[in-house]
């Protein structure tokens, strides 16, 4: 079946400009998740949306950051004024749902933001 | 604090060697444990996980690993490397009373394999 997907693959930008970026998530999955990569560096979690739950947003770094998802489908993150420091790889990953602790997430291949 | 540690920044071997990929963790209880990995360009792909039972969990492309609850370590394995095994891996635990939502991964270990 079809995995995680995300676009753009690729997405460089200018320093102050505002990027979208796109997942959709496994059908059937109501959990979807947000990660910021960095180079060389481990998975930073972002946001988190559970079905119709309001979203946890604890991991968002700054106000210039948000996120949307349409019902238990596709989810946008958006980057307002984006900053260098903004360069990574953005992962998003999806999940059956529930919120169990055995509730595996399930991970696309990511769009990495090149902020000039 | 809790924690996963992942001693080995970066491993070289040689195809067809044996591999070991060290995590260890730092919980009050048993988490849930799970091995990713991430080739060049692409996203996390789930190798193996842990969550009860028996202690040597079977995963993908002939990787294996083993919880030993004494060395609160998670090590995976595989016998015999093969180059396109060359990628970075993480170990990544939920804890045992929490959420998906807390998955926390290490640091990573990037494996480059010789030919």
């Known amino acids: 079946g079809a995995g995680v997907s995300q676009s753009p693959s690729n997405k460089v930008t200018e320093k102050g400009k505002d990027v979208e970026l796109r997942c959709d998530p496994i059908?059937?999955?109501?959990?979807l998740y947000w990660y910021r990569q960095r180079l060389g560096q481990g998975l930073e979690f972002l946001i988190y949306f559970q079905g119709n739950s309001a979203p946890d947003k604890s991991g968002l770094p700054s106000d210039r950051f948000s996120a949307e998802r349409t019902g238990e489908s596709v989810s946008t993150l958006t980057i307002q004024r984006t900053q260098q420091e903004d360069s990574a790889v953005y992962l998003c990953a999806s999940s059956l749902g529930g919120g169990l602790p055995t509730d595996t997430q399930y991970f696309g291949p990511g769009t990495r933001l090149t902020v000039l | 604090a809790q924690s996963v540690t992942q001693p080995d920044i970066h491993i070289t071997v040689s195809e067809g060697a044996s591999l070991e990929l060290r995590c260890n963790y730092s919980?009050?209880?048993?988490?849930?444990l799970f091995w990713y990995v991430q080739s060049p360009g692409q996203g996390l792909q789930l190798l193996l996980k842990?969550?009860?039972?028996?202690?040597l969990v079977q995963g993908i492309k002939g990787f294996e690993a083993e919880f030993k609850r004494s060395q609160s370590s998670f090590n995976l394995r595989k016998p015999s490397v093969h180059w396109s095994d060359a990628a970075e891996y993480f170990c990544a635990v939920v804890p045992y009373s929490g959420s998906a939502r807390q998955l926390t991964f290490g640091s990573g270990t990037q494996l480059t394999v010789l030919p």
């Open positions: 919980y009050g209880a048993t988490p849930y």
């Open positions: 059908s059937g999955h109501t959990a």
């Open positions: 842990y969550f009860s039972g028996d202690t």
